[in-house]
Structure formats: structure tokens, C-alpha cells
């Protein structure tokens, strides 16, 4: 794909970034991303209260709402954290965004296990090793129950490239259009 962001110029851009070098930077700060977005979520959902028995921990009556939230919350921060990582992808190599594309999709990987993994250990306590009352009720782990909201973040970045390279097309066919007129 040519340099539709210098296509006035008529040169190549003055600095370029070697894809490997997007790519490295994406899965790093999908990691970074992930950690501090699992903070997040895990400040912000709710939890869903447990029963502890001698023998299991089971939730307490039916409460769709915490699960609910927690994963519109995980998801809603995966997709956030998708789009502003895909505009800074491809801020760092304009010209080619398949790298790009490439970049954000591991960065989605590795930010999405990040944020889940972070998210659902804070806080976690070995109930084997603690003694605590029969029928104790406390607040549960949280959880990610909807498996489509871990594809968000992914989702996220690939719709920006995506209008982004369908923008890019416009303007080479606008551009190649005047050309030949």
C-alpha cells in the first residue's frame, strides 16, 4: 500500500518504525494496558456475594445483575482500551496497517489476560487455609461469564484499522481519480 499519509509530498516518510518495533511496543503496552485496566474493573464491578460452606462455596440466591455488570464493565474497558491502542499503533506506522493490525491484535491478546488475570486475583483469599464460620457470606471473585466480552479489545482495534484502511482507499481512489482525469 502506497504512503497515502505523504502521497502530497511525493517522498517517504523522513522516519519510519520497523514493524517488529510496533509490534514488541503493542504486546508491551497490551500488557502495561492490561494490568492497570484490571485494576479498573476490579474497582468498578460488582461482586457477587457467596455462601461459604464446610464443603462448597455457592452464590447467594440469583443475582444475574452483578454478573452482569462485571462482564459489561470487563467488556466495556477491553473495547475502550481496543480503540485507543489500534489509534496508537498506527500512529507509530501509518504506512503499512497490516503491522499494525498485527500489533493490536497481540497487544488485545496479551492486554485481555492481563486485565482478566489482574482483575480476578485481587483480593482473592485461600478459603481452604482460612477458618471461618459455617454459612458464612462473602463477596466472590470476580468473573468474566460471557466469553464474547474477551474478544472487545481485539474487536476495538480491528474496527479502527479497519475504517482507517477503508479511509485510506477513498483517498487513493479520490487521488488516482484526479490523476488520471
Known sequence: MPDVVNADLGKTP???RKA???FITGV???GLSGAALG???WSLAPRVSVVVTPDRVVPEGFQPQEYFAANIAFGALGALAGVFMAIALVSMRREHLL???AAALASSAVGTWTMWWVGSNLGTVDLENVEIPDSTVLDGP???TLPAMVLMWPLGSSVVIAIMAFGDFLTERKHSRSHSA
Open 99 to 101: 503491522a499494525s493490525l
Open 39 to 41: 485494576v479498573l474493573w
Open 28 to 30: 508491551i503496552a497490551g
Open 14 to 16: 523522513a522516519r519510519t
Open 20 to 22: 517488529v518495533t510496533v
Open 142 to 144: 470476580l468473573e468474566v
